[in-house]
């Protein structure tokens, strides 16, 4: 039997071993200090139009996608990291399925490279609400589902890109507050992905609330919402929705993963996005 120092020592191995080999290519060791190295990275995370309202892939570069265009929403901006697609599928699957809170990091570092292009001068359109950001919150779980799970993946995200923000600013976030005691999910709800938008806005009604000691405080707030996958966005909307109306002045999403189109028919329908709060 392994002594207990050889089994640490061993381990340590491992894990260095794990971290620097990039585990797409195989690359050794891996040019980036995470399991996915730069050149896999410019292939499956490229920097691609997207949607500013919803983060969608688009081929032309416009501020909104058409369905955008036409429908109000509770969200002033989306930015997606990625498409959810793999390899993000199975690395976002082991963040939330398989205990792999570790793979955080690299998500966090794909998300913080998006956001600091959102800093650029050709991004005038979104960084303005990008460096009015008062908060940063996850998404909130359920505690039923929490218990379950054991953590928030959302949250787990936050605190990656906080880590990474200290040592690698951007324009504003110094005064970014990264808190996790805003928003609750106060109803338990089904699992969405079998059901169409209408559907999800349905079961995600009423289901988000502000915690009550934060009523004061979030007056007048601008919030960003972090969440690991953005499909309808029903999720989003919801939370936004229940911060509006509890009084933020602004809210909007920075999302790991968003579904590109063509998002399935059954997922698909007019409901508008805008719940009245005014
Ligand atoms: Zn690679
Ligand atoms: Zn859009």
Redesign the pocket.
Known sequence: MLSHFASCVLNATKEALAVSR?E????WP?DTGFS??H??LARHAPLVNRCDRCGIFQTIRSSACIACDTQASSLDQCIAAVDYAEPWIALIHRLKFQQDTGVCHLLAYVLHSRLVAHTQPHSSRTLPALLATDWVIPVPMHTLALSHRGYNQSWQLCKALKSRLKTHPIEGSERWEFRHDVLLKTTPTRQQHDLNRAQRLHNLASAFAVAPQMWTQIQGRSITLVDDIMTTGATLHAAANALRQQGAAHVQAWVIARTPTPIPSRLIDNQPLLTPFS
Do not use: A, N
Not at 24 to 27: A, E, I, K
């Open positions: 990039c797409l290519c195989g690359r891996s996915v190295c050149d896999c």
